[in-house]
């Protein structure tokens, strides 16, 4: 959800246009662009509050050297007698089958020989492999009532990894730059050294519906530490987390969410990505930064969201302009 990779050449092509050797990535979601920030040559600190966030930015940016090899793969799926049986149980009924629990939970007890970086790897492409074979994508309904007999669904969880783990491998490289993974809320975030760029992506506030990526990702979120220390939520069909909160999902608090964002990072170039359809608006966010940064362009873009279950076609696929809003 609110993913940039189709956005991609078009922020290279802006990202292209400063001037900049280090760069935060301060809400990284699928890695994506700290990924792009990579291939560019910069030094990458990327960062999201959510762990299972934060594994795939460890394994494609973070990790240079680091890949799962046949033999480690292999030790992964070997049976696992005396392992937990947390997602076996929890789950039935809710997410997978049968054979596909048993299979999350033998990979999470094969696991603990593995470095940072392959970790990174395993668990990144443990999650890839269950948002593919979840109807949708999204943890937010279980039961398989969406089957559609597509080739993603027909899959086993098994399948799904081993396909991932080629992709997750094949990303890995060394850019020869020094590149690091953080879980922290933003405003909690240490920052050692000033970064030259930092790229913020928060989550717009939606005018339905909400944006809550817990509550489509909970299932990725607890399997990152096996629901160490996790609380369900306590009337969830589905064993939702509880929600993580931001200030950047409501109204009230939106604005000077984005106050503190700017101050917070003032010594650094600013690059916010922002959409049409979240709040404030272009106008506002541009007043804000113009507080803190003396020179500040917008850069724009079409853009087609596509939603696959709306039911109007004029719904389904909307344009929006997307926003660069850099402040130097
Ligand atoms: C729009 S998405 C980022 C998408 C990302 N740029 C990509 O291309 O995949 C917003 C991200 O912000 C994270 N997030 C929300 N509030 C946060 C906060 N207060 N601190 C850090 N991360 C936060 C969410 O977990 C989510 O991954």
Known sequence: MGSKHRLLPWLESVLGQLNFETALDGFSGSGCVSYL??????????????????????????NSTETLSAEDVERLLEPAPSR?????????????SHDDRVFLDQVWANASGLSKGQLAIAMSALYRSCIKKQPRGVFTVGGGRYDDGRRDLRLTLQDHFLESVDIFNGLVFDSGCHHVATTSDI???????TPDLVYLDPPYVP?????????????LEGLATYWRGAEFHPTS?????R???????????????FEQLFEKFRDSTIVLSYSSSGYPDLPRLVELLRRQKSEVEVFSEEHRYHFGTHSRVSDARKLVTEYLIVGQ
């Not at 920030?37 to 973070?62: C, I, P, Q, W, Y």
């Not at 069909?237 to 987390?241: A, G, H, S, T």
């Open 37 to 62: 920030l990579k291939v560019m040559g910069k030094d990458v600190h990327s960062n999201d509050f959510l762990a299972f966030a934060t594994d795939f930015a460890r394994a494609t940016v973070e």
């Open 84 to 96: 937990e049986r947390f997602i076996e149980q929890e789950f039935d009924g809710i997410f997978f």
């Open 187 to 193: 405003f909690a975030l240490a920052i050692h050294e």
């Open 207 to 219: 005018r339905a519906d909400d944006n809550c990526y817990v509550k489509r990702y909970h299932f």
């Open 237 to 241: 069909k589905v064993k939702k987390l």
């Open 243 to 257: 929600k993580r909160y931001t200030p950047f999902s409501y109204r009230r608090t939106a604005e000077s969410a």
